[in-house]
């Protein structure tokens, strides 16, 4: 049998770069096929915010976060939930990767060049009990130069590959077939796409030129999870999340199309936990799209008033940054897909962050002068953009402007302004009393009992209808699709399962498309910070795996 290349990997982004990587330091011969132009190489971790979850780090140390092992794992095990016989392998992942977290996952990528802000984030802070949801500390550390910086060493392993003959680069190969020829799986067919100069993150045409056809030892599937795809979302929508949201914005290109997956599937391989998923809560439109639909997402602090469609607040825990699937869950039992931040201008300029790489330009751009300029700014200038040009922003001197302004944004006039003002003038109150019944008013407190949000996150607890801290500020959020958390099952080696739990001989998965590993390593919710790491822990290891399997 003549092979092109001892190992094809199908897709470019963070996870076949890292798998390709591999494949080149153990000197095999790969294609990297990708069906986007060379322009998008990288994928969705290019636009990521580049958060990383670490355990027990020198930035967490720092700043007195006492973190272990042990409590990771209690976190994840309570945050992943795990309760299918088909989470075998997800849990067993799950292990795996929170081994890595607290071991070298850090110390790798540093060696690599990787570089770390030094403020660390505090994400999915749960508010249930200590084996409940949620991370106990904060974990989420944003690489310096976010996405685009975690994407360079791999893209340079990739290219010193190209440059020593090893890799072939190449692009616009869409593939929608897998066979064998004899035992193994070892074709891959699929349709070559027109030349397209979009830029990055556009989608790009779907015309075809022509067909290929490639042979090698063995296939590792990178390709992605389904975000891009609103239809195979609906269709996998869960039942335990109610109705799928009548309206969802994007947030991830095009390309994130899920399709790769059912190829994989009809080659005989496993796919779990497809119900499972990562969608975010706090979606706005980007009033500066890349791609169609674009949603960019708020990783809001814990201060922000968060209203249901009709002004009621949230119910506990559900307040900014806690618990993302299950404020989902409730939304979709409001009947409406959409709810309300309402807050000042005093919480917005500390507590709004914006995922995206495009959207901190000071971090993406590595300029520790741009820190200081936003550190320092009333509010930073790519969240008063969206003040100033965004669709779901109303900006308004007094409360009574603040709601003619949300009812205008939506089907029917929902929002009382009467109730809304008792619910703030409430809320307001109990900021003034020492003791305080109100839970957010205490995760408030407690927030700034770390120093790190004290700094950057969490503005000093204030009224809101004061109007030192004003103008008012309301933002409908919109439900926005981004990750999907089941897969193709994979073993510890990254070899994909057949139903039967036999190895699908000659290929391997990883990143989102094995649903970050094992197929669902994350479970039913995430810690955040888990989906790059997941790319390289699980692209690294497909990589080392078929390198050995093809020696
Ligand atoms: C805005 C944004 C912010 C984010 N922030 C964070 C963060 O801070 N921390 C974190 O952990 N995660 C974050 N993420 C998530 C993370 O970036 C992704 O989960 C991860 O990059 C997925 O990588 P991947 O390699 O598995 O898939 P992708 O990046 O989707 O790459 C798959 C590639 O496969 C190609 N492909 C698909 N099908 C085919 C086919 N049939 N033939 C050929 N090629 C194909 C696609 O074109 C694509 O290039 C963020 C994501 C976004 C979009």
Redesign the pocket.
């Given at each position: 049998m003549s092979y092109d290349a001892d190992v094809i990997v199908?897709?470019?982004?963070?996870?076949?770069?890292?798998a390709t990587a591999e494949l080149v330091d153990a000197g095999r011969k790969v294609i990297l096929?990708?069906?986007?132009p060379e322009q998008?190489?990288?994928?969705?971790?290019?636009?990521?915010?580049?958060?990383?979850?670490f355990v027990d780090s020198p930035e967490q140390r720092r700043l007195r976060i006492k973190d272990s092992h042990a409590l990771a794992l209690q976190d994840w095990m309570g945050t992943a939930a795990f309760d299918r016989e088909e989470d075998h392998w997800p849990r067993k992942w799950a292990e795996a990767y929170v081994d890595f977290a607290a071991g070298e996952k850090r110390s790798w990528l540093y060696r690599q060049g990787v570089r770390f802000f030094p403020v660390v984030g505090w994400a999915e802070r749960g508010g249930y009990d200590a084996n409940g949801h949620g991370n106990s500390v904060p974990r989420?550390h944003?690489?310096w130069g976010?996405?685009p910086g975690l994407v360079a060493p791999f893209e340079r392993r990739v290219r010193e590959g190209v440059a020593r003959g090893l890799v072939q680069l190449r692009f616009r190969?869409?593939?929608?077939g897998l066979s064998r020829s004899a035992g193994a799986v070892d074709t891959v067919t699929?349709e070559i796409l027109e030349a397209s100069a979009i830029e990055r993150g556009q989608a790009s045409s779907r015309s075809v030129t022509g067909a290929f056809e490639l042979k090698a030892q063995a296939v590792i599937v990178?390709?992605?999870?389904i975000?891009?795809n609103h239809d195979l979302v609906r269709a996998n929508w869960p039942e335990r999340l109610g109705n799928p949201p009548e309206k969802m914005i994007s947030?991830?290109?095009a390309?994130?199309?899920?399709?790769?997956l059912a190829?994989a599937e009809e080659t005989g391989a496993h796919l779990i936990n497809r119900d499972r998923m990562w969608h975010y809560t706090e979606g706005i439109q980007n009033w500066n799209p890349i791609w169609e639909n674009h949603g960019?997402?708020v990783l809001p602090g814990p201060s922000s008033l968060w209203l249901d469609a009709r002004g009621k607040r949230l119910p506990v825990p559900l307040f900014p940054g806690f618990d993302t699937l299950g404020t989902l869950e409730h939304i979709m039992k409001t009947g409406y897909d959409y709810t309300w931040f309402v807050l000042d201008q005093k919480i917005i300029g500390k507590e709004f962050a914006l995922?995206?790489?495009e959207?901190n330009p000071d971090l993406t751009g590595k300029s520790i002068k741009d820190v200081f300029i936003r550190a320092r700014a009333d509010v930073p200038g790519p969240v008063k953009a969206f003040m100033d040009q965004g669709v779901d922003f109303v900006v308004e001197k007094d409360l009574g402007s603040l709601v003619r302004g949300m009812n205008a944004l939506t089907k029917e006039p929902l929002i009382d302004e009467a109730e809304l003002r008792r619910e703030i003038v409430s809320r307001d109150r109990e900021v003034a009393n020492p003791f305080t019944k109100d839970l957010q008013i205490m995760a408030i407190r407690g927030a700034r009992n770390y120093l790190g949000d004290k700094l950057i996150r969490t503005a000093a607890p204030h009224r809101i209808l004061d109007p030192k801290a004003g103008p008012l500020i309301a933002v409908r959020l919109n439900i926005l699709t981004?990750?999907?958390l089941g897969g193709l099952e994979t073993d510890l080696s990254s070899r994909v399962l057949t139903e039967g739990g036999d190895p699908l001989e000659g290929v391997y998965a990883?990143?989102?498309?094995?649903g970050?590993g094992g197929g669902g390593v994350h479970g039913y919710r995430s810690l955040?910070?888990?989906?790059?790491?997941?790319?390289l822990f699980s692209?690294r290891t497909a990589g080392r795996a078929a390198a050995k399997a093809t020696a």
């Open positions: 199908i897709g470019a982004g963070l996870a076949g770069l890292a096929l990708d069906q986007e998008s190489i990288g994928g969705q971790a290019h636009w990521s915010f580049g958060g990383l979850f989420f944003i690489t976010t996405g190969h869409r593939v929608t699929g990178t390709s992605g999870g975000g891009g947030g991830v290109p390309h994130v199309d899920g399709k790769m190829i960019i997402r995922s995206g790489s959207q981004r990750k999907t990883a990143g989102e498309a094995a970050f955040e910070g888990t989906f790059l790491g997941g790319c692209g």
